[in-house]
């Protein structure tokens, strides 16, 4: 393959991580802080909020795992290793990673349902299952990928013992 793709897809694995670190740094922290403001009057829904807050700062550490194993197997495919046991590695973290994400988010819809049932917006539960999903298809695809690469990697170490 040649350098200049898996480059492209570095480059693509960086631009992921951007937003969701820039999420982590401005944006829940001021979410973070109306959340206060609003406990101090009173609202028992900040709570729930602070639950939110909490699970999505847990999701980031997979997700940037995730981010870092793919660059990991971007660089094993520079390297002509794309058929080894660390490539398999990685998409096991992967896909892992991918699984924690989703469990996390499912722990979450009751406390999005929670909120959606006080503001009455029912549309709000649907928009918290996207990650869930999002997440299952990225596991389901690592470990489809994974046994494709360990059954190519068992065949590519029968051929070396014949020949």
């Known amino acids: ?24 740094l401005f944006w829940l922290p001021q979410i973070a802080n109306e959340a206060h403001e609003a406990a101090d009057r009173g609202s028992d829904l900040a709570f729930v909020v602070y639950g939110i807050l909490m699970i999505m700062y847990v999701s980031a550490v997979p997700y940037f795992f995730a981010l870092y194993q793919s660059f990991f197997l971007l660089s094993y495919i520079d390297k002509n290793k794309a058929f080894s046991k660390l490539s398999v590695r990685a998409l096991k973290k992967i896909k892992n990673c991918a699984i924690m994400i989703s469990v996390l988010y499912v722990v979450a819809l009751p406390l999005v349902y929670m909120m959606a049932d006080a503001d009455d917006a ?26 494709l690469l360990q059954e190519a990697i068992h065949i590519k170490s029968e051929n070396e013992l014949t020949v």
Do not use: E, H, Y
């Open 122 to 147: 029912p549309g709000l539960i649907i928009v918290a299952m996207i990650p869930v999903f999002a997440s299952m298809v990225i596991a389901v695809f690592s470990a489809v990928l994974q046994r």
């Open 1 to 24: 393959m040649k350098r200049g793709s898996t480059l492209f897809l570095k480059l693509a694995v960086i631009l992921m991580g951007v937003p969701v670190l820039a999420l982590c």
